[in-house]
């Protein structure tokens, strides 16, 4: 995994967030002025990670079910 680059503008202490990668290019392309506007996108941003550990959790809970056993044939 390679490391994640620090710089002025923007230290960084681990791997981007996808999250905070796309609202950050928001808020670059229609320079978002309003408080109002910038919690919205923050309140967005905790729903989308919910969302993605809402299906994490389904996918873990798909894969941790028991199998169900064969039948047994016999073979002569």
């Known amino acids: 995994m390679s490391e994640a680059q620090a710089t002025p503008e923007t230290p960084r202490t ?3 967030c996808l999250c905070r990668e796309v609202l950050r290019h928001i808020d670059q392309f229609f320079t978002v002025k309003s408080e109002a ?3 919205h996108f923050r309140s967005s941003r905790l ?5 993605v550990r ?3 959790d389904e996918r873990i809970e798909h894969l941790s079910r028991a199998a169900q056993p064969g039948t047994k044939i016999a073979v002569e």
């Not at 729903?47 to 969302?51: D, V």
């Open 37 to 39: 506007a910038r919690q």
């Open 47 to 51: 729903e989308f990670l919910k969302a």
């Open 14 to 16: 681990s791997e981007p």
């Open 54 to 56: 809402t299906l994490i």
